[in-house]
Structure formats: structure tokens, C-alpha cells
């Protein structure tokens, strides 16, 4: 497998980058349409942690680290490091080491679909990682892949320079191009959430709030008591089986 190192791809501005990191994955997916998300698989290995920066690409043969090495070079102040594989694997390409490198470099988190390991001693150390699997398989060095290029992840593309936020509920990517307009409908969103909650503090009800008992009514459901539900004028069984 031969492959290509791209050096100083552009990337999303550091300052919507970190304003993006004032809201969480959930409510940035939803400005955008409920798009972007990498999905479920990808967890955290910490809690109560919530990171973004600008992705920089790593596409790895699967047991074989060599590309994270290269993209080392390719990492600095306000990066995080995305790696994938060409097919599915759980091996631990990414572990403490890595990240005493990358720490140094400014980059804030790894996001791997695959596997890592020394996970107890990335989290006294401080850097937060979102994997595949935990698993302690080493790996080798000797297959040639890409850094910087556009990757998929659970049919969701990242390319160089996206916005990558992650916290306790996954991983969401923003395109480059749309870091800025993210931002803005993000805080709008939130503005929105806070009037809700708002209202829900003082007794409002979803169903009143949201206009959600005529979606019910338009939907059939009907309201009965319980006694009408139970004593049906079909003549209905009760709970213990017995006629009315």
C-alpha cells in the first residue's frame, strides 16, 4: 500500500474551533442538521471531558501504527489526531507514548477507529482519546498510508482541517467551511434551550410547549380513564381475567 503525506492543509479558524467547544456534541450535531455524528461506536475512555480542534487525518493499515508516527510530524497547537483503517480493526495502534508526543505539540485528543491502549495512564496524564475498543494487541510498523487525506468514518467524512468535538456523548465533525455558521446557529440553539427549560422549570408542559397534543390528536390517540379503558362498553377482561 503506497500513500501520500499532505502537509499544512488549511483549517477551520482556532477561535470558532474553540467557541464550538462551549457547547456539547448533541447540540452541535443538531444545528447542523442532525448531521456529522460519528456514531455510537466511538466512545471516550474518560468522563466528564469535552475537547475541540482541527483534525488532522490518518489512514493506517489495520495492526500497523507507521502512519500515526508520520502524522506526529504533521500535528501542532489546537490539533487533533483522527485515525482509521483500511478495513475494520480493534488492535491498540494508539497508546501513551503517542500521546506524550502529541501532548508536547500542543494537540488536544486522538479520535481512532480503533483500538487503544494504556488507557489508566491517558487519563492521569490528561489526554482525552475516543476509540473503537480498548485492547492491549500491539501492532507493527511496516505498511505504508495517508496523513492529511479525507477519511470515512461510519459513512461520515472528515477531511484535514474540520472542526472535530468530542465529549461523554461521542464525536461530531463540522466541515471547515461551516465552523463559523455552526457557531452561531449552535448559540441560537442553546438561547432556544433556555427558554424551554425556563418553562419547564415553572410547570409548561412538551406537550403545550411544543404543540404536541394536536400531533396526538391528528395521530388518533384518544385519552380514555381508566375505568372507561378497563370496562370498555365491549365488555372488555379486567386486568385478572374475569368479564365484566
Known amino acids: 500500500m503506497s500513500g501520500v503525506i499532505v502537509t499544512d492543509p488549511p483549517k477551520a479558524d482556532l477561535k470558532d474551533v474553540d467557541a464550538l467547544a462551549g457547547f456539547g456534541v448533541a447540540t452541535v450535531s443538531e444545528a447542523m442538521g442532525r448531521t456529522g455524528l460519528l456514531g455510537p461506536g466511538i466512545r471516550p475512555v474518560q468522563q466528564g471531558v469535552r475537547v475541540a480542534g482541527t ?3 490518518v489512514l493506517s493499515w489495520p495492526g500497523d501504527n507507521l502512519m500515526i508516527h508520520a502524522a506526529v510530524e504533521q500535528c501542532g497547537e489546537g490539533d487533533i489526531l483522527v485515525v482509521t483503517t483500511t478495513s475494520p ?8 507514548l503517542f500521546a506524550t508526543a502529541l501532548h508536547r ?9 480503533a483500538g487503544v491502549r494504556d488507557t489508566q495512564e491517558l487519563r492521569e496524564m490528561g489526554f482525552p482519546a475516543w476509540s473503537r475498543a480498548v485492547c492491549a494487541q500491539g501492532t507493527v510498523k511496516a505498511t505504508g498510508g495517508s496523513v492529511n487525506v479525507p477519511v470515512a468514518i461510519d459513512g461520515q467524512v472528515v477531511h484535514p482541517g474540520d472542526v472535530i468535538l468530542a465529549d461523554d456523548d461521542g464525536v461530531v465533525v463540522v466541515p471547515r467551511e461551516r465552523a463559523r455558521e455552526t457557531v452561531e446557529k449552535a448559540e441560537a440553539r442553546e438561547a432556544k434551550e433556555a427558554a424551554t427549560r425556563a418553562a419547564f422549570l415553572d410547570g409548561q408542559l412538551g406537550l403545550d410547549r411544543y404543540g404536541l397534543r394536536e400531533t396526538l390528536a391528528g395521530l388518533g390517540v384518544v385519552y380514555r380513564s381508566y375505568d372507561d379503558y378497563v370496562h370498555d362498553d365491549r365488555g372488555g377482561a379486567g386486568r385478572d381475567g374475569e368479564r365484566s
Open 55 to 57: 483534525a488532522v487525518t
Open 89 to 96: 480493526s480493534t488492535d491498540g495502534l494508539f497508546g501513551e
Open 105 to 113: 505539540r500542543g494537540v488536544r485528543g486522538v479520535v481512532i477507529n
